[in-house]
């Protein structure tokens, strides 16, 4: 089955967004397979076999080009798989017809749901009782010192934190309307804050913030959602399965690139002159807030105001087939590109 028709992603089972993706997988009725990655790194699957050495997941692949941050995995599925046979994932508001709120909803998914709500979640895991060398790898991730400690001696701070985004969102869903943005289906806004706030309501010690008789419709929203999902994996319970490392690797650098990655022109003109860029120069991408401990770097190939796409080393894949170069993806929102020189590419870690 080619990664064209069913993508390949990346990620362990406890990954919020991990079930993000698989949600927004399940809504638009994309089959897919999963490599089960480490809940830390050294992760062979994606640094080994595919040469990939970005640590943060979901990553998903569409043939030959990787997608990183589940921000452009949703709009390159949006792109690649078209409505109507799959259900889009931006659905206009009910009566009014147009483009479904997509910028918007973009914004608010990695603004609110992937930055404010998902670090609210961060700082509620019970991380007393969590293994000291996860701690540390998290420290790492973050890029600072966390006093794991006081994190949760201001558990009932974060609490009443909480209950004021609860609160926010039930003012918006008060009028009885089944979708966050009133919708016929559910959208990315949806999606954005479902799967923060179900791993927050996963935690014992949070689950009685989410009280019906305080957030009736918030929590009837929740319900329903997760209603639809399970009613979504039961028509179809073979949509998401799992595949080997290896042999999602041989499909991957078996698999054509798409062509063009972006459009023309690939390197847009005025953003390569901002950045300080050439087509066909080496450059580094790293996030901005957490996991830039590690930096990706590629071949500058394709550059908008959107992404910024990389053309890996050629490499062989498992089981010896010929050598193939990899396209990967990022958003331009949330990462740092930069050229690099020639000294210093040797110095850092190659893809």
Do not use: C
């Amino acid at each position: 089955m080619s990664p064209l028709s069913s993508p390949i992603y990346y990620g362990y089972d406890a990954s919020p967004f991990v079930s993000k993706l698989e949600t927004v997988l399940l809504l638009r009725n994309i089959p897919a397979r999963r490599v089960q990655v480490a809940l830390t790194p050294p992760r062979p699957e994606l640094s080994t076999l595919l040469g990939i050495p970005y640590r943060r997941v979901p990553l998903l692949a569409l043939g030959r080009d990787v997608y990183v941050d589940t921000f452009l995995v949703t709009a390159a599925l949006e792109r690649h798989f078209p409505a109507p046979r799959h259900p889009t994932i931006f659905p206009a508001r009910r009566g009014k017809g147009g483009s479904g709120d997509v910028g918007l909803q973009k914004a608010f998914g990695m603004f609110y749901g992937d930055k404010n709500l998902f670090g609210l979640g961060f700082r509620l895991l019970p991380w007393t009782r969590v293994p000291r060398a996860l701690q540390e790898d998290r420290k790492k991730f973050m890029g600072r010192d966390v006093d794991f400690e006081a994190l949760a001696q201001q558990q009932s701070v974060t609490h009443s934190t909480l209950a004021s985004h609860l609160a926010l969102i039930e003012e918006q869903l008060a009028d009885g309307r089944t979708w966050f943005l009133d919708t016929d289906t559910p959208g990315y806004a949806d999606v954005s804050l479902h799967f923060a706030l179900t791993w927050m309501r996963s935690f014992r010690a949070t689950r009685p913030v989410f009280a019906p008789a305080q957030y009736p419709f918030t929590v009837a929203w929740l319900n329903n959602l997760d209603a639809l999902l399970t009613q979504k994996r039961a028509a179809a319970p073979h949509a998401l399965t799992k595949i080997s490392g290896a042999d999602a690797a041989r499909a991957i650098f078996a698999a054509p690139v798409l062509d063009p990655p972006l459009g023309a022109p690939a390197v847009d003109p005025l953003e390569a002159t901002r950045l300080a860029l050439k087509p066909g120069a080496r450059v580094s991408v790293r996030p901005d807030d957490t996991g830039k401990e590690v930096e990706t770097i590629g071949t500058l190939v394709a550059l908008s105001r959107e992404e910024v796409v990389l053309e890996t080393e050629a490499r062989a894949a498992p089981g010896g087939a010929g050598p193939a170069a990899l396209r990967v993806h990022f958003p331009r929102l949330g990462y740092v590109v930069v050229a690099v020189g020639a000294a210093q590419t040797e110095a850092r870690t190659k893809l």
